[in-house]
């Protein structure tokens, strides 16, 4: 008998009675686009998580998309979280929960974060922005203190050469795409390449510590826990996690929070983000972890700065004058880091409210 196709909840049905396991209902999410999500009800009334990678997109068939992808999730999920466990013990943000994982089949089963993420949640009155991105802050800082010494290879738990090929290719996406969307908005082509050549070819390269590879609020999720008053929040896609620059996460994490605070409400989500997550490496420095200086905060801010000017053009926040500002905003921070200028950069909407503490950290190179 042919296996059980994934791409459909009665496919799914199958490979569970296949394998025995009870279940009451099976429900497709929808939202995503790479992959097929399931919330699997169990005869307790516990939910579940099933995740499925095809060899192309979910959203759309004719885009391949390497199904190997999953086995890095899994790798990730076995990996790190027992070094953020030892790392930050007592964090309200943890790495979604593994529970199996079929390689053949290309089929994870994780912890069900619940419905909701940060992005939709943030303007929840109900919420502390300000400490949920001191939480977040702290938590990311330990992933990447963590994880200097850990292997992302699928054969050899020692090679720290070894990489996610994928999360590496897919990253680069905003880099190469550059030359095309900065002449949509009055900008040099040319200097979309400048960058792209300069920056985004590191990408290849870099091998500080593990690093999420999409980590914004929208992978995030936020359950309130019982009673109401604090909330859980699981890290989850963690498919294109790859060895390389922890700068990188930082700045399209706070991209994403600034744009947030920017068009939905001014929480202080970038702000506390952005401190918390200094403090913690500085203290990371003291009890002989890497130290973060000026070439690391050059990194970061050419990443916020790229997510800015490029993925605004993709993906709708606000009309085209107002995506014309990002862009603009964008290419001048890109511009001021080629020149080394703190004082611009200690003044654009990056460092807004936290220029004293990352002033000293460029300074300190």
């Known amino acids: 008998m042919a296996p059980a196709s994934l791409t459909t909840e009665d496919g799914l049905r199958e490979y569970l009675n296949t394998h025995a396991v009870k279940y009451t209902d099976v429900k497709l999410l929808t939202g995503g686009t790479a992959n097929y999500v399931y919330r699997v009800t169990l005869p307790d009334g516990r939910t579940i998580i099933y995740k499925h990678a095809a060899p192309y997109l979910s959203s759309n068939n004719n885009f391949a998309f390497d199904d190997a992808r999953m086995d890095y ?207 913690a490496r500085e203290k990371g420095a003291t009890r002989g972890g890497s130290k973060i200086g000026r070439m690391w905060m050059k990194r970061m801010i050419v990443q916020w700065a790229v997510h800015a000017a490029y993925w605004t053009t993709r993906v709708e926040w606000t009309d085209r004058e107002g995506t014309q500002k990002l862009v603009d905003m964008g290419v001048e921070v890109t511009k001021a880091v080629f020149r080394e200028d703190w004082k611009f950069l200690s003044a654009s909407e990056l460092f807004e409210g936290v220029d004293d503490v990352w002033g000293n950290i460029w300074e300190s190179a």
């Open 73 to 279: 999730e899994d790798r990730a999920l076995e990996l790190l979280p027992p070094l953020l466990n030892k790392e930050l013990p007592n964090s309200s943000v943890h790495a979604v929960g593994w529970n199996s994982y079929d390689r053949d089949a290309k089929l994870l089963c994780i912890e069900d974060g619940g419905d909701s993420n940060l992005k939709a949640a943030y303007a929840d009155p109900k919420l502390n922005i300000p400490e949920i991105g001191k939480e977040i802050g702290e938590w990311i800082a330990a992933l990447h203190r963590s994880s200097t010494q850990a292997s992302f290879s699928l054969t050899d738990e020692h090679d720290l050469h070894a990489n996610n090929p994928i999360a590496v290719y897919i990253y680069g996406h905003s880099y190469r795409g550059l030359s095309q969307s900065l002449p949509e908005y009055g900008h040099d082509a040319k200097f979309g390449e400048q960058i792209l050549e300069e920056f985004g070819s590191r990408l290849r390269t870099e091998n500080e510590c593990v690093c999420h590879g999409d980590f914004w609020p929208g992978n995030v999720l936020v359950k309130f826990k019982e009673g109401g008053s604090s909330v859980d929040l699981t890290v989850v896609d963690w498919e294109i996690t790859r060895r390389g620059n922890s700068a990188t996460d930082v700045g399209q994490f706070a991209c994403e929070a600034f744009l947030l605070d920017r068009f939905r409400g001014g929480r202080g989500l970038r702000a506390s983000f952005l401190r918390a997550y200094a403090g």
